[in-house]
T-cell receptor
Framework: SQQGEEDPQALSIQEGENATMNCSYK?????LQWYRQNSGRGLVHLIL?????REKHSGRLRVTLDTSKKSSSLLITASRAADTASYFC??????????????FGGGTRVLVKP | ETGVTQTPRHLVMGMTNKKSLKCEQH?????MYWYKQSAKKPLELMFV???????ENNSVPSRFSPECPNSSHLFLHLHTLQPEDSALYLC?????????FGEGSWLTVV
């Protein structure tokens, strides 16, 4: 089964609201990454959090990591219609060459209504 | 633009055809990847190349044949595919930790 699983699978919010999505994984990791994919396009890297970090910020994005629970969350604050996309977590398994076995979850589809 | 260019963007092929997908990156990365993205399934890693050498084959059927002639180019040769192989095929490159994806090649097998 897949390493990372996002929850919820889909999320619909109004512009200006916050969007929160979660990712759970199974094995120890070097780092966890979040990517974004606009419909039918390639994925774009958003943020990376290392296994020894608990929280990280980038603009309107806030990522947390709880290695004891093997979970991460991505918060998008003050959402905009342009944030409509699918968001994926990806885990870099501990013990593997960095980036070589990055495993993606099924994604959370976020719809931001104007 | 991510610096990873894939061609063609769309491809329709019959099950007896032979076609190839091409990927090119000008980022100076030494790792390149092929991923498959099907409807309602997670993104699947297919192949990994490091310094032109294949380091990962994720149990991909032999009807998919990758080729990496140099660190900037990656091909996926397609032969006698099945309709269930219809998907978005994503090429990517990496300098180490993060992955840079191309826009993908939409493949439809008829």
């Amino acid at each position: 089964s897949q390493q990372g699983e996002e929850d919820p699978q889909a999320l619909s919010i109004q512009e200006g609201e916050n969007a929160t999505m979660n990712c759970s994984y199974k094995t120890s990791i070097n780092n966890l990454q979040w990517y974004r994919q606009n419909s039918g396009r390639g994925l774009v890297h958003l943020i990376l959090i290392r296994s020894n970090e608990r929280e990280k910020h980038s603009g309107r994005l806030r990522v947390t990591l709880d290695t004891s629970k093997k979970s991460s969350s991505l918060l998008i604050t003050a959402s905009r219609a342009a944030d409509t996309a699918s968001y994926f977590c990806a885990t870099d398994p501990f013990g593997q060459a960095a980036g070589n076995k990055l495993t993606f979850g099924g994604g959370t589809r976020v719809l931001v209504k104007p | 633009e991510t610096g990873v260019t894939q061609t063609p963007r769309h491809l329709v092929m019959g099950m007896t055809n032979k076609k190839s997908l091409k990927c090119e990156q000008h980022l100076g990365h030494n790792a390149m990847y092929w991923y498959k993205q099907s409807a309602k399934k997670p993104l699947e890693l297919m192949f990994v190349y490091n310094f032109k050498e294949q380091t990962e084959n994720n149990s991909v059927p032999s009807r998919f044949s990758p080729e990496c002639p140099n660190s900037s180019h990656l091909f996926l040769h397609l032969h006698t595919l099945q309709p269930e192989d219809s998907a978005l095929y994503l090429c990517a490159s990496s300098p180490g930790l993060t992955i840079y994806f191309g826009e993908g090649s939409w493949l439809t097998v008829v």
